[in-house]
Structure formats: structure tokens, C-alpha cells
DNA sequence: GTGTCTGCAAAGAATTTGCAAAGAC
DNA sequence: GTCTTTGCAAATTCTTTGCAGACAC
């Protein structure tokens, strides 16, 4: 979907070194969006097990550090998960799946509604909704 | 500032047995609002160092499970933190401070908005706004 | 070339488990 | 009395580190 090219760039603008095992990483994460650390392990090791897993911790941590990845917790279970989308957009949460919910009218709604109310010299770096879904069950 | 009552009536009613363990956990998490298990961990043990760590996880754990305490992910670091408060409210994020930001009147604008914008059939449990401070660096 | 990144193996944390005794209701 | 919870100690699992060689630029 995405060129290897454009792979090279998104690392290399964020001010990192382009090496395989980031390339590598970066394209694991393209397709699953959002990953918890063992899944981010289990993917690139299918691609490639010689990377190693030390490897691929310090990896995901210098591109949340870099902004390459963002960072999501997910309510429901309070696990740790990366995402490959690092501006302003929304979640939906369904059990363990967590689905991009991307809406910029509703973060300006939210932007606005808030100018009001918060402190007047607060920055504000990003919204973020979660909206967690509920599979009514009965009980 | 919370009786001896209220916490046990807390516990009883999300279906949980009242044990003094339970009631340690409770009240420190009632102080501390949102903290993350080495926190509760250790503001337990300073009140009574014979609660074991394997107890106090799996207190967390259950507290969680009977929704007596929900969980945050703090999107700045990624780590989890454990909330005293289950029903909707919204967060700030400053760094490592997380505070609450309870905004009946935000819920309802956003449940609004929603209510046009997501499939009939979705059944939305809770919605949580996550607001990062910024604060500007020189960079 | 220079400084960063990776693999390896080991250390260090964090979390979970099995079981017997203690405790809640 | 019955079923659940706790303490303990050990096992597992997860994450980080130090260092030497490899690699990016």
C-alpha cells in the first residue's frame, strides 16, 4: 500500500537512522494500526527472526520517543497499545479491538467548547475521545 | 473523609467479599484518585506491610473486573493507571499528572454529536475525553 | 570516520500461580 | 459449613542493560 520510499521517510524525518529492523517495525505497524508490544514481536519476528526482541523494544520506544508511533491504553482492559496514527483522531473501543475513529468536526466542537472553560492559558496539544462500545449481553 | 461504612458498602455492593485487604486498597486509591500499581502498591504497604504484592494485584484485578476502579492509559507515556472514579468523566493529562475533568455538560454534546454520526446499533458504554496539556518548550 | 543501532546473553522487574491456612458470610 | 481470599515462595513473563561489533550517513 505504502512505498518503500515513504517508509524511509517517515523514519528519516522524524530524525532517526533508517536501518532494516526499523523498516521493518514501521511496516508491521502499517497494517495492524494498533498492536500491543507482543504482537508488534510476533509480526516482525514472523518477517524476520533475527531481529531481536531487546531490538524491537528499542525500537518502539524511540518512535513513540520520536513521535513515529502514538500511544493508547485501552480502557476496557487498561493494556498498552501502539498506534501508527499520531495526530489528533479518536477510538472506538470493542472488547479488545480498537478501531481509529477519525472526525475532525467533533475535535473542533470539542476545541471550542473548551476555549471556554479551561484556564485561558492552557495548552491544549491534542483531543483524544474514546468511545467505548458495549456488547449488551444479557445479564 | 469517606466513613468506614461507604467503603464497605462499595465493595459489597459491586459483589465482592470485604476484607481489610480490600478495604487498604480502597482507601488508598480513594486518596490518590489515579495511580498506578507501584503506587498502590507501595501507599498500601506503608499502611500494612503484611498485604502481600501477589494480593494487591489481584485486588486490582478484581476491583477492576467488578468495576470498582477503572483504568486510564496515560497517552503521553503509555503507562496505566488505575481510577477510583468508573462512571463517565474525562481526563487532563499533564506529563505524568493525570487529573479529572468531570464535564456532564461535554458528555452530553458529545453523545449528541455522536448519536447522528455512528451506525443506529451501536450501543456506546462510556465516552472518555482525553485532553494533553502542552506545556511549550523552547524547541 | 563518527556516532548510532543491533545482537547477544544476562540481569532485573513485574506479574502470575499453586497450594494450604485463614477468613467472610 | 462452604466458598472465597490471602500469604508464601516459586515460576513465568516482560523489559532493560552492557558491551562489542555492525551499520547508517
Request: net charge neutral; glycine share 6%.
Amino acid at each position: 500500500m505504502e512505498r518503500k520510499t515513504d517508509i524511509t521517510q517517515a523514519i528519516k524525518t522524524a530524525g532517526l537512522k533508517v536501518t532494516p529492523q526499523r523498516r521493518t517495525v514501521y511496516e508491521v505497524m502499517q497494517e495492524l494500526r494498533h498492536a500491543s508490544v507482543d504482537t508488534v514481536i510476533e509480526k516482525v519476528r514472523e518477517r524476520n527472526p533475527d531481529i531481536t526482541v531487546s531490538t524491537i523494544y528499542r525500537i518502539l520506544d524511540s518512535f513513540c520517543r520520536a513521535k513515529v508511533l502514538s500511544s493508547v491504553g485501552n480502557p476496557a482492559d487498561g493494556k498498552h497499545y501502539f498506534d501508527i496514527t499520531v495526530g489528533n483522531h479518536h477510538h472506538l473501543f470493542d472488547g479488545q479491538k480498537i478501531a481509529d475513529y477519525d472526525d475532525p468536526e467533533l475535535t473542533r466542537l470539542i476545541y471550542r467548547y473548551l476555549a471556554g472553560k479551561l484556564p485561558g492559558d492552557t495548552n491544549i496539544d491534542k483531543i483524544q475521545v474514546q468511545i467505548i462500545i458495549n456488547h449488551l449481553k444479557s445479564e
